[in-house]
């Protein structure tokens, strides 16, 4: 290992302008793909001119190196609906924008530039809030981009027909907007409006808590209220989980939304939520109806090895995320 690692740094410092000069290469080749029509050719679209090759059973056409299947077979890798994003928006009024900010966060540590959007924008027919984010492709890091954006398709690859799929290294997704629940739009078309580019992380929006005398009730479409809720269970503060779809403050709230009475110490751990998490808090008119169930604090022992263990550290690393109380039993 030692040999290897001098050995880069050896040609790295002997090559110094060739690396530097290609690194130059790949951003303004990356910009200039960002700024015009291309397209990445996925498995499902051959799989498709291939099964329309074998329906229509074409006569091939051409002579030695140039003898192939008639042009309009290879045109249809290049629908103009499958070409690849010049961008994203990412809305603001998403359910769970807390995420979204954690999604883009993410993108700004990798190198990536993130837009915020100062104003209400319109594109096409659609129409976007202020503090939107935007992501355009016409950048350095635009393969990144792309990977944390677009659906990764692995191939059928079987043992034999009808048998069963080779063993893989590597076989999950790694599309980090879908494993996150990011809610955007890709925009084919070149597109500009009232935007910022954020020049550190992104904060979250700082809210208030409104005032109420019934209680509050917390959306369980956003990640960082489970947050909110351990930290009210670990005061012993009352907390019901709503059985059904709830209104407060003007917002429909799925079943399941979080009902918290107004009892003392309440509004000092919301309002804290609220600043620190940018987490919303919505007023409640009454009390929520149907059978709703109280919540307690659930005692959770997580098991762990001597010399550590790679699920049990996911998990760890999960539940303190989310100020889950546990205790490692080894």
């Not at 002579?63 to 290049?78: A, D, N």
């Not at 530039?113 to 355009?136: C, D, M, N, Q, W």
């Not at 019901?240 to 000092?268: H, M, N, Q, W, Y």
């Amino acid at each position: 290992s030692i040999s290897a690692n001098r050995a880069i740094l050896d040609i790295a410092s002997k090559h110094r302008e060739d690396f530097q000069m290609n690194i130059y290469r790949m951003g303004r080749n990356a910009i200039e793909k960002g700024s015009r029509d291309t397209w990445t050719i996925q498995p499902p679209a051959l799989e498709s001119i291939a099964a329309r090759i074998e329906k229509d059973k074409p006569q091939m056409i051409g002579q030695g190196r140039s003898r192939g299947y008639p042009l309009e077979y290879y045109q249809m890798m290049f629908d103009p609906a499958e070409r690849d994003p010049r961008g994203y928006i990412i809305p603001s009024d998403q359910p769970d924008f807390l995420t979204a900010v954690k999604f883009a966060n993410a993108l700004i540590k990798t190198g990536v530039t993130v837009h915020r959007a100062t104003e209400a924008f319109s594109i096409g027919e659609k129409t976007y809030p202020s503090g939107s984010l935007i992501v355009k492709c016409a950048q350095a890091f635009r393969p990144h981009i792309l990977t944390m954006f677009e659906p990764q398709n692995y191939p059928n690859d079987f043992e034999y027909p009808g048998g069963p799929p080779r063993p893989t290294y590597d076989n999950a997704g790694w599309t980090l907007a879908f494993q996150m629940g990011i809610q955007f739009d890709r925009l084919l078309e070149d597109f500009d409006g009232p935007f910022e580019p954020a020049t550190d992380f992104i904060a979250p929006p700082v809210r208030t808590v409104p005032s109420s005398r019934t209680g509050f009730y917390l959306d369980p479409r956003a990640n960082d209220t489970f947050i909110a809720v351990n930290r009210l269970l670990n005061e012993k503060k009352e907390v019901i989980r709503c059985e059904r779809p709830v209104s407060a403050s003007g917002k429909e709230l799925p079943a399941g939304a979080f009902f918290i009475p107004p009892k003392k110490g309440v509004l000092d751990i919301l309002d804290r939520a609220a600043r620190e998490l940018g987490l919303p808090v919505f007023a409640a008119s009454s009390r929520p109806d149907g059978k709703n169930i109280r919540l307690s604090q659930p005692r959770i022992g997580l098991w762990d090895s001597y010399g550590g263990s790679i699920n049990s550290g996911w998990l760890r690393w999960l539940f303190e995320q989310f100020e889950f109380p546990f205790q490692l039993v080894y």
